[in-house]
């Protein structure tokens, strides 16, 4: 079955920074979802992303999809101590849809 | 709009027993899946269950099993528990079969310590 990487494991920041993080895939997909999980919590959906799409925005959050790179970044802006979670994207072909380990982000104030 | 619900939401269980998680999807949702969390792991898809059928099984043992019901509300049962299933079970649901563009919407869990 397909899953998604992220890169890095993970990643520590100041509170206003920018946060990106990436996602490799290895075979063709639908589309690719980003979800949060803050800690001993569920995910949480954040948004996904067409294999038509090239970019798609939601509020402070920016992801970028090249399909040709199978990759993926999301980029977070204006980052927040609440934003300290772990990332994790998945793909969905025609498998279910399977997680990679998360980028695990720390917002320090 | 409720969300996932899934009780209980911690569960200290001893070796060779077997435990019952229960999931209620939101309302209107058909699909429910299922995963095992642990930190060496990650997250392991389970099952998912759409309109009371099984439509994929990850790789666990016979040992795992699940079901659901006309309502969609899911239940997974562990038999003969090892202390490797100690994990956070998380439960989703969507309103599609998972291939489809629905996202999931996760539970926060069932933490479940094997002793």
């Known amino acids: 079955s397909q899953q998604g990487e992220e890169d890095p494991q993970a990643l520590s920041i100041q509170e206003g920074e920018n946060a990106t993080m990436n996602c490799s895939y290895k075979?063709?997909?639908?589309?690719l979802q980003w979800y949060r999980q803050n800690s001993g919590r569920g995910l949480v959906h954040l948004i996904l992303?067409?294999?038509?799409?090239r970019e798609k925005h939601s509020g402070r959050l920016r992801v970028t999809l090249d399909t040709s790179k199978k990759s993926s970044s999301l980029l977070i802006t204006a980052s927040r101590a609440a934003d300290t979670a772990s990332y994790f994207c998945?793909?969905?072909?025609?498998?279910?849809?399977?997680f990679g380990k998360g980028t695990r982000l720390s917002v320090i104030a | 709009k409720a969300g996932v619900t899934q009780t209980p939401r911690y569960l200290i269980k001893t070796r060779g027993q077997q435990v019952t998680l229960s999931c209620s999807p939101i309302?209107?949702?058909?699909?429910v899946s299922w995963y095992q969390q642990t930190p060496g792991q990650g997250l392991q898809f389970l099952f998912e269950?759409?309109?009371?059928?099984?439509?994929n099984k990850g790789n666990f043992p016979g040992r795992f099993s699940g079901r659901q019901f006309s309502n969609s509300r899911s239940e997974m049962n562990v038999s003969t528990l090892e202390l490797g299933d100690s994990a956070l079970y998380l439960c989703?649901?969507?309103?599609?079969?998972?291939?489809?563009?629905?996202?999931?919407?996760f539970g926060n869990g069932t933490r479940l310590t094997v002793t």
């Open positions: 075979t063709s997909i639908n589309n």
């Open positions: 269950y759409f309109s009371e059928t099984q439509r």
């Open positions: 989703a649901s969507s309103l599609e079969f998972m291939q489809g563009d629905s996202p999931l919407h």
């Open positions: 992303i067409r294999s038509n799409e």
């Open positions: 998945a793909t969905a072909p025609n498998t279910p849809l399977v």
């Open positions: 309302s209107g949702h058909r699909s």
